[in-house]
T-cell receptor, first 111, second 112 residues
């Protein structure tokens, strides 16, 4: 019955590797998002997709590439991981302005 | 990037006390929202406010959308231990692209 799910929950990897985080929502929402939460707990939007179309890209490095195969999925692929990419990444979906449902987060640690 | 300022940064209170926190912005927002984040979890929506001056309650929580549309506050009455977490305000709809801008967070600790 999970509304927004993410995998994996934890991801530990070496600098320079490529990794992906998957997100799925079963709420029937049209819009999905990726957020980054840093060590000080600041939450910042990275990307927004509406009906599989990219509508927001918050000047995120192009090493980050979101992909939405369908309305219910929004995956995040990260190339050439850097130490500064270590953070918690949240996927979210929404049906009404601002009212977003967040996944449980993926804690990425780059060594 | 744009960020909303929340105060206080953290609070440590006794169970049963009332709590008040606020959020200010240099920009106008069309919608103000309050989220709570438990440790190891994603934020969960508590209250959404859509009109300037609006006062809305959700159980022991009450929030208001400031008249100037540049601020909001959240009150929690009769706090309980499960109120522990980080509370975020968020503003929506003041830019060409519709996105949620989050506050800096208020960490609440409740002593039984």
């Amino acid at each position: 019955d999970t509304a927004v799910s993410q995998t994996p929950k934890y991801l530990v990897t070496q600098m320079g590797n490529d990794k992906s985080i998957k997100c799925e929502q079963n709420l029937g929402h049209d819009t999905m998002y990726w957020y980054k939460q840093d060590s000080k707990k600041f939450l910042k939007i990275m990307f927004s997709y509406n009906n599989k179309e990219l509508i927001i890209n918050e000047t995120v490095p192009n090493r980050f590439s979101p992909k939405s195969p369908d309305k219910a999925h929004l995956n995040l692929h990260i190339n050439s991981l850097e130490l500064g990419d270590s953070a918690v990444y949240f996927c979210a979906s929404s049906h009404a302005p601002g009212e977003q449902f967040f996944g449980p987060g993926t804690r990425l640690t780059v060594l | 990037g744009q960020q909303l300022n929340q105060s206080p940064q953290s609070m440590f209170i006794q169970e049963g006390e009332d709590v008040s926190m606020n959020c200010t912005s240099s920009s106008i927002f069309n919608t103000w929202l309050w989220y709570k984040q438990d440790p190891g979890e994603g934020p969960v929506l508590l209250i959404a406010l859509y009109k300037a001056g609006e006062l809305t309650s959700n159980g022991r929580l009450t929030a208001q959308f400031g008249i100037t549309r540049k601020d909001s506050f959240l009150n929690i009455s009769a706090s309980i231990p499960s109120d522990v977490g980080i509370y975020f305000c968020a503003g929506w709809g003041n830019t060409g692209f519709q996105k949620l801008v989050f506050g800096t967070g208020t960490r609440l600790l409740v002593s039984p």
